[in-house]
């Protein structure tokens, strides 16, 4: 059996995740960072993207919506606004909301409404690419 490590994942509204993994893959600021048991302490901000899991061998997927990790010895914690299965996700609600995005990029806005834009484009793809995977 593999080495592994305890990993709990929270939302605002429920724990999404808690258990004992083989190895985790996150988007960091910095890039994808894949972690195993007796990884570096670490702290780092989530970019949107997937969590990739790897559990008894097998690895599931879900849509994280960004936040934080904290890889400690005893345990590795991500804080994140938002994290789903891909049984959880309504493609069609997130097709509307990549369609609304890209409209949105393609009229000119403010700084602030583009990069809301942005993120909202890019959980809207993170989240049909994890639906699609079933």
Do not use: N
């Not at 970019?47 to 936040?67: R, T």
């Not at 049984?87 to 990069?115: H, T």
């Amino acid at each position: 059996m593999a080495s592994t490590f305890e990993l709990e994942i929270v939302t605002p509204d429920r724990k999404f995740f808690e258990g004992s993994v083989e190895r985790l893959v996150v988007r960091t600021s910095q890039g994808d960072e894949g972690i195993l048991k007796d990884h570096m302490f670490m702290v780092s901000p989530l970019q949107i993207g997937v969590i990739k899991i790897k559990q008894d061998g097998k690895y599931k997927e879900a849509a994280c919506a960004g936040g934080f990790i904290q890889v400690k010895e005893e345990k590795t914690t991500i804080i994140t606004d938002s994290a789903e299965w891909p049984e959880e996700i309504d493609v069609k609600r997130a097709e509307k909301a990549k369609e609304r995005a890209e409209k949105r990029l393609q009229s000119p806005g403010s700084d602030i409404d583009m990069k809301r834009a942005q993120a909202a484009l890019q959980r809207s793809l993170t989240r049909l690419r994890v639906a699609k995977k079933d």
